[in-house]
């Protein structure tokens, strides 16, 4: 099985498709690299695309410890990916919790990454609720290792952001949360506080994010509340962002939305690529 190793030693399991300019995907806390196959068997025509899945994670390897779950080692996590395949700057496509990492890598590594497309980002931002939603991560990482990851995937299916989902498609979101229900215990609890209930909020970030030159794609679903408001506050400090909502749509944007989603990221990586997608002008940005 292809794997890379992290700095820590950590192995990360990942597959890939197709030849061309380079796309790595970041996938969602409930998911893992299985859940872009959508996107691997479409843009795969025309890119090499490499989707992984993060420490703790099977088939990557789940560290024991949640000290070895932050969100600075889910960013250098995805440059290990990249230097194990010799890939010295890739397209970025994200989804919740890998937007988080993709705009890390934007922030601390921006030679690494040509563009990125931040979909379902921001969740958790709310300075206002900011402790209360770090708590609700402890007590969701508790169920993990009491109850387990069947268990837990129940309660997690109903979240109101995933709704639209079932909606749309059931088949497609029952098989996500059976396998979420197959997902390690032990690597979702350490997710949970590591990553989760550990990053710093992106509006603590603003003076650093307007300075990033890297092209970036919002995608937000308009009924994915969680992630609205910070979808807009990155519309506005992305100097080179483009925002674009998804309507009657959750979380889940590449699995409920499959075409639309490869559409979307297909054209952004063309523009870039082509170089039509520039920056806003600053006056536009001011406060």
């Not at 690299?33 to 899945?53: F, G, K, M, V």
């Not at 209360?132 to 993990?144: G, I, L």
């Not at 997710?191 to 300075?211: C, K, L, N, V």
Request: with cysteine; proline share 6%.
């Amino acid at each position: 099985m292809p794997h890379a190793t992290a700095k820590d030693g950590v192995r990360l399991y990942f597959e890939e498709a197709g030849a061309g300019t380079p796309l790595l995907f970041l996938h969602e806390f409930a998911a893992d690299h299985t859940n872009w196959e959508p996107q691997l068997r479409y843009l795969a025509r025309r890119h090499r695309c490499i989707a992984y899945s993060a420490r703790g994670y099977t088939p990557s390897d789940v560290p024991p410890s949640p000290d070895l779950y932050s969100y600075v080692h889910f960013t250098t996590d995805a440059l290990a990916v990249l230097d194990h395949l010799g890939i010295d700057r890739a397209h970025f496509v994200g989804l919740s919790m890998g937007s988080y990492s993709s705009l890390q890598v934007a922030l601390n590594a921006p030679d690494r990454i040509r563009s990125m497309v931040l979909a379902g980002v921001g969740s958790g931002s709310d300075l206002a609720q900011l402790e209360a939603f770090r708590a609700q991560c402890r007590a969701t990482a508790e169920q993990f290792e009491t109850l387990g990851s069947a268990e837990t995937a129940k309660v997690t299916r109903e979240a109101p952001g995933r709704i639209p989902f079932l909606v749309k498609d059931p088949r497609g979101h029952a098989d996500f949360y059976a396998a979420l229900a197959r997902h390690d215990a032990k690597g979702s609890a350490n997710t949970m506080r590591g990553f989760q209930g550990g990053r710093p909020s992106i509006y603590t970030m603003a003076d650093a994010i307007r300075r990033v030159q890297t092209p970036a794609l919002i995608i937000c679903g308009d009924e994915d509340d969680a992630c609205i408001e910070p979808s807009l506050f990155l519309k506005r400090h992305l100097p080179a962002s483009g925002l674009m909502v998804f309507p009657k749509s959750g979380h889940v944007l590449n699995l409920e939305e499959p075409a639309l989603f490869n559409e979307a990221v297909e054209r952004f990586i063309a523009l870039v690529e082509a170089g039509r997608w520039g920056q806003r002008d600053p006056r536009s940005m001011a406060g």
